[in-house]
């Protein structure tokens, strides 16, 4: 009996090894079964080892470091990494692949090169029936964000010391919508992030005053943040500035929805007619939405 747990206990060792550097390709969910399951257990990890390999007979290598799949039946998951809506498309794919190994290379791969573009599809992989790329998931997105908080901890710490300094302020103004936007914080945390945004765009917009951009962003992190107060004094100094700029009267009229007023909304649709103020095709767009027309 001794001498039988002996050999367990080595053959247990050796298949821990054997997937941990790679020699073994079944899944993860099968080392504890062979734990826990002596003989019966070993005889089920080489049926299935037997079959992942199987599977692979008569394929060509993939050349995974370079993300140039050979095979002509994965050659359309090839793109380019700068735009932002096809990098998302070859972790679609992977998912979709019926050969487990296949997938789970291809999806491994792709997450480890850029994670923080697959941030949505990383949520949807970690209801993955393949254990090991749903642990991956889970644990690529902890990480994401450990490192989300320990960056936005650094820049507060930076701010705090210089307010004014015009490198911080930008870098600490994008990090902060980049992670408000990640989808990996609740509401409220969120809330708390957006109060820190709030101060950032303060700063900004007193060093730029001319700069546009701020201040849209800070009227819309007040609406987001329920500061209606703050949010209708902004929007009346945007129109004091700049009465016929396009992104302030949509934030207006944001601002006005929110507040159920559909009455003043009218009004301004009426005088952006009346006054044939000047839309851009993305603003005509808007214009027929709140107004009714047809296209």
């Given at each position: 009996?001794?001498?039988?747990?002996?050999?367990?206990l080595?053959?247990?060792?050796?298949?821990?090894?054997?997937?941990?550097?790679?020699?073994?390709?079944?899944?993860?969910?099968?080392?504890?079964?062979?734990?826990?399951?002596?003989?019966?257990?070993?005889?089920?990890?080489?049926?299935?080892?037997?079959?992942?390999?199987?599977?692979?007979?008569?394929?060509?290598?993939?050349?995974?470091?370079?993300?140039?799949?050979?095979?002509?039946?994965?050659?359309?998951?090839?793109?380019?990494?700068?735009?932002?809506?096809?990098?998302?498309?070859?972790?679609?794919?992977?998912?979709?692949?019926?050969?487990?190994?296949?997938?789970?290379?291809?999806?491994?791969?792709?997450?480890?090169?850029?994670?923080?573009?697959?941030i949505?599809?990383?949520?949807?992989?970690?209801?993955?029936?393949?254990?090991?790329?749903?642990?991956?998931?889970?644990?690529?997105?902890?990480?994401?964000?450990?490192?989300?908080?320990?960056?936005?901890?650094?820049?507060?710490?930076?701010?705090?010391?210089?307010?004014?300094?015009?490198?911080?302020?930008?870098?600490?103004?994008?990090?902060?919508?980049?992670?408000?936007?990640?989808?990996?914080i609740?509401k409220?945390?969120?809330?708390?992030?957006?109060?820190?945004?709030?101060?950032?765009?303060?700063?900004?917009v007193?060093?730029?005053?001319?700069?546009?951009?701020?201040?849209q962003?800070?009227?819309?992190?007040?609406?987001?943040?329920?500061?209606?107060?703050?949010?209708?004094?902004?929007?009346?100094?945007?129109?004091?500035?700049?009465?016929?700029?396009?992104?302030?009267?949509?934030?207006?009229?944001?601002?006005?929805?929110?507040?159920?007023?559909?009455?003043?909304?009218?009004?301004?649709?009426?005088?952006?007619?009346?006054?044939n103020?000047?839309?851009?095709?993305?603003?005509?767009?808007?214009?027929?939405?709140?107004?009714?027309?047809?296209?």
């Amino acid at each position: 009996m001794i001498y039988f747990l002996i050999v367990h206990l080595v053959i247990c060792i050796a298949v821990i090894m054997a997937k941990k550097i790679g020699w073994i390709h079944t899944r993860a969910l099968m080392v504890p079964i062979v734990i826990l399951l002596p003989v019966w257990g070993v005889l089920l990890l080489l049926e299935e080892e037997m079959q992942e390999r199987l599977s692979y007979m008569g394929k060509r290598e993939l050349e995974m470091d370079t993300m140039k799949v050979q095979d002509t039946r994965y050659r359309h998951i090839e793109v380019e990494a700068t735009d932002e809506q096809n990098r998302t498309i070859p972790l679609e794919d992977a998912l979709l692949l019926n050969d487990t190994g296949t997938r789970r290379r291809l999806m491994l791969d792709i997450l480890h090169k850029n994670p923080n573009s697959y941030i949505d599809l990383l949520k949807r992989t970690r209801n993955e029936s393949d254990v090991e790329i749903a642990h991956y998931a889970t644990s690529t997105m902890m990480k994401i964000q450990t490192d989300f908080e320990k960056k936005l901890q650094l820049l507060s710490t930076d701010f705090q010391e210089n307010s004014k300094d015009v490198d911080i302020l930008r870098e600490y103004e994008n990090t902060l919508k980049e992670y408000i936007q990640s989808g990996l914080i609740s509401k409220t945390v969120q809330m708390l992030y957006r109060k820190n945004l709030d101060s950032v765009l303060d700063e900004l917009v007193a060093l730029f005053p001319d700069h546009k951009r701020y201040q849209q962003e800070q009227v819309d992190n007040c609406m987001e943040l329920g500061n209606y107060e703050k949010t209708e004094l902004l929007l009346d100094r945007a129109d004091h500035r700049w009465p016929d700029d396009e992104a302030f009267i949509m934030l207006r009229v944001k601002y006005l929805y929110m507040n159920h007023k559909g009455e003043q909304i009218r009004k301004i649709l009426d005088d952006i007619k009346e006054r044939n103020v000047y839309l851009s095709n993305k603003g005509r767009k808007w214009y027929r939405f709140w107004s009714g027309e047809q296209e």
